[in-house]
C-alpha cells in the first residue's frame, strides 16, 4: 500500500506530520516522534513578541521598561519564560536537524509585515527544511479594513519569498469574509502550502474576580467539518499544497482531510493525548481504508471528495446548508 505523499517539496511516507507543539521543545520528545512514526515535524513557534523585545527592548512598538507601556507589555510573558530566546531556538532548530532524519519545519507566529520576519533567514540558515509561519492577528481597530489586513498577509508572503530558498507554509484563520480569494492572494504571492486552520484561543471570564483568563482545551474532531469544507472547496484551484491541523484526532478523520483534498495531516492534541505512538494507528487505519477500498496509492483517493468537478460551488453550500437545517427532526 503505498501512502506517500509529497508536501512543501519533501517526499513523505505517509500524511502524518507532528504540528507544532510543546513535543518541539526538548530533543528526546522530538526524537520520540520520529520514532513513533511521524513523517516530518512542525517545531513550536518563535513569537514576533519574543524577536522584537529582543531586538529592540520593544513589543508592539512600546518600550518594556516604560512604565506608561507595563500595563501593556506586562500582559505578555516575560522573555525568560519562553522556553528559547531566539538565537537559540536556531540553535535548537541546528541540533534537531542532527538529531533526527525526518524533515524538520521551523515555525514563526506574527501578524505584522515588519523587521522581526528577518528571523525567517535566521531559522533558514540553521537547517531547516521549510518554514511555517502562523498568522495569526486578531484585528480590534474598527478602522482598518478587511482589504488592508488581506493585502498585508500577501506583502509578508512577497518579501519572504524574496529573500528565502526554503519552501514556506502560511497557517491561516478562517475568519475572512472570502477565505478563497485570500487563499488566491496567497497562492499569487509565492505561498508554497496553506495550513487550515489556527485555532481561535478565546479567553473565558473568571466570575470571581471578574477578569479574563486564558483557556487552552485540546481539539476534538467536533471542529474537523469546517476545515474539511475549506479543503474540498479549495482542492485543485489553488497551486499550494494544502495541510490540515485541528481536529484530526482518529484515523477517519484523517482519511476524511485527504479525500477533501490534504496534502499532509498535521496532529497536535491527538499526540498530546495519546503519544507519539498514536501515527501509528493513524497510518495503519489509513491502510486498511485504501485496502478496503482497493487503492493502491494515496493520490487515488486525495480530493474524491472535493468540490473540483463540482459546476457551481456557491450553490452547491447554499444547497447543502439549507438541507441541513431541513433534515432536523424530533
Not at 95 to 105: D, E, G, H, L
Not at 166 to 176: Q, R, T, V
Not at 232 to 243: C, D, E, Q, S, T
Not at 306 to 323: G, M, P, V
Amino acid at each position: 500500500m503505498d501512502t506517500r505523499t509529497s508536501y512543501l517539496g519533501l517526499s513523505l511516507p505517509h500524511p502524518f506530520i507532528a504540528g507544532a507543539s510543546p513535543y518541539g521543545h526538548q530533543l528526546d520528545t522530538i526524537r520520540r516522534l520520529e520514532d513513533g512514526g511521524c513523517a516530518a515535524v512542525v517545531l513550536h513557534s518563535l513569537f514576533e513578541e519574543q524577536i522584537t523585545a529582543t531586538w529592540t527592548g520593544r513589543i508592539r512598538h512600546m518600550e518594556t521598561d516604560a512604565p506608561e507601556f507595563a500595563e501593556v507589555t506586562g500582559q505578555f510573558p516575560a522573555l525568560n519564560d519562553y522556553p528559547f530566546s531566539p538565537y537559540a531556538y536556531a540553535e535548537h532548530v541546528r541540533r534537531v536537524k542532527a538529531a533526527v532524519a525526518i524533515p524538520v519545519i521551523g515555525s514563526l507566529n506574527g501578524g505584522a509585515a515588519e523587521s522581526w520576519l528577518r528571523f525567517a533567514q535566521v531559522i533558514e540558515q540553521a537547517g531547516a527544511d521549510a518554514l511555517e509561519l502562523n498568522l495569526y492577528e486578531v484585528v480590534t481597530d474598527p478602522q482598518v479594513p478587511a482589504t488592508v489586513v488581506e493585502s498585508n498577509l500577501a506583502d509578508i508572503v512577497r518579501d519572504l519569498k524574496r529573500v528565502l530558498r526554503i519552501p514556506l507554509a502560511i497557517k491561516l484563520s478562517p475568519y475572512f469574509t472570502a477565505f478563497a480569494n485570500v487563499a488566491r492572494q496567497l497562492d499569487e504571492a509565492g505561498a508554497d502550502a496553506l495550513v487550515l486552520f489556527n485555532r481561535f484561543y478565546q479567553p473565558d471570564i473568571d466570575i470571581r474576580t471578574s477578569e479574563a483568563t486564558p483557556r487552552l482545551e485540546l481539539s476534538s474532531n467536533a471542529e474537523l467539518l469546517l476545515r474539511l469544507r475549506w479543503l474540498a472547496i479549495l482542492y485543485g484551484r489553488v497551486r499550494p499544497a494544502l495541510a490540515v491541523t485541528g481536529g484530526v484526532a482518529e484515523p477517519n478523520d484523517g482519511i476524511k482531510a485527504i479525500l477533501a483534498g490534504a496534502d499532509a495531516v498535521q496532529l497536535v492534541s491527538a499526540l498530546l493525548r495519546h503519544g507519539p505512538g498514536h501515527v501509528d494507528v493513524m497510518r495503519r487505519g489509513l491502510e486498511r481504508w485504501m485496502e478496503w477500498n482497493h487503492l493502491s496509492q494515496l493520490d487515488e483517493m486525495r480530493g474524491q471528495a472535493s468540490l473540483q468537478h463540482t459546476k457551481d460551488r456557491s450553490a452547491f453550500e447554499r444547497a447543502n446548508y439549507i438541507r441541513a437545517l431541513q433534515s432536523w427532526s424530533r
